[in-house]
């Protein structure tokens, strides 16, 4: 590694940071993380942190997962490349395709198609929902439907039906047929409805009223992430995806559910379908697939969409999506063992007690300080914070205020993530009761710096 005198130089001068602004990443250097051990991050500076953004919602099982480690070691030594495309495959591919058929039987998903990551799994499965109608003879089912504030990656098709103008607006004109519904977001709506049970009910009127404005006919599928993540942390009311999972069934519109963030636990539950009791069509997947140890990612997709395909004798349900690294015997073996260690574990249960002691904890806050607005969560260990400069009004709080509650609360030990006017908290899955204390102490302090 270059020393640190190199590092701090050369930060953000030659690299353009994700989801920033260049000229920003200028003015103000990233935090330079150069180690990582159990859910701590360690910064050049030697500096530790709890990570309270889990790496990237992907890092479930921390940063000192032995057996994952071993596992990619092992299969670089063994095989470090081969693809899956037609002809040849390996054997840490199918392996994992079993035990992931495995993993997801509960929510009727049967085969995987593999990707590099979360914006690829979305991608695959939108080409697949239109595909599927296509080889039954429904051509004209081509339509897509999402929720706003719907967060479903960068590529072209998913930025398209992202509800989330930060992330279209610069590369309009996207694809056409995308359209979009309110979110069931008690705090922002259309609606002015705080009741998150009606609030359902109102975006579900609001969904079959864009059906049939559109035509079932022309919708191919319909797509929604089980809790709205990157949007804010926006958990539905339980009765939600329930309905749009009957909406769908009645008109003949596929369902996907985006769990690029929800699986593996995350909320308290092995996938967020199973939280609320549904079971899609295709299911989007990766971040913890492989603790972010690698990118991987896969498109779990239930019978009867299979079958189709499987069935078909017109060619036309041959795959046309393909990745170089889909099925990478590396990143397969991560997650064959990451699926281990996440069963043996049993990462759900502890993201469900840690994630009821952080949210109430959030609530406290709340009480205290007057700049937070709303606070959301309550299923697993993902939760939100929304700033306002006036509770009555709901203003947008100003940016450097943010800015400051952010540098404090890292300077007290815990790093978390701004998104807009939000604090997005969704750490590793196996943190204790006191790493929870800590994360709460360090905001604490971030907002008392700045009362």
Known sequence: MKDSNFLTENNARHLWHPMAHPADSLANPPDIIVEGEGVEVI????????????GLWNVNLGYSCTPVKHAITEQLNRLPYYSIFRGTTND??????????????????????????????VEVALRLARQYHKI???????KFLSLKKGYHGTHTLGAS???????RTQYEPLMQGCYHIPAPY?????????????????????????????????????????????????PPHKSFMPGVRALCDKHGILLIADEVITAFGRTGAWSGS?????????LCSAKAISNGYFPFGAVMICGKVAEVFEGDTSGKGASGSAYTYSGHPVGAAAAVACLKETGRLRVKDNAAERGTQLFQGLLALQDKYSAIGDVRGGHGLMCALELVADRQTKAPIDKKIIGAVHRTTYENGALIRVSG????????????????????SALDAGFAAQT
Request: aromatic share 8%; proline share 5%.
């Open 274 to 282: 199973r939280l609320w009791g549904v079971q899609p069509d295709l």
């Open 161 to 167: 039906v992202n509800g989330n103008a930060n992330f």
């Open 421 to 440: 006017n939000n604090i997005i908290l969704s750490p590793p899955l196996v943190l204790s009761a006191a790493d929870v204390d800590t994360i709460l």
């Open 186 to 234: 008690t705090y922002r709506n259309p609606f002015n409805e705080t009741d998150p049970e009606k609030l359902a009910q109102l975006c579900l009127a609001a969904l079959e009223d864009e059906i049939r404005f559109q035509g079932a006919e022309t919708i191919a599928a319909f797509i929604m992430e089980p809790i709205l993540g990157a949007g804010g942390v926006i």
């Open 136 to 142: 039954r003879g429904d051509a004209g089912r081509v």
């Open 92 to 121: 840490a591919a199918i392996e994992l395709s079993f035990m992931l058929k495995e993993f997801f039987a509960p929510d009727g998903l049967t085969r995987a198609f593999y990707t590099s990551g979360g914006s690829d799994s």
């Open 43 to 54: 910064d050049l500076d030697g500096h530790r942190t709890i990570d309270a953004v889990g």
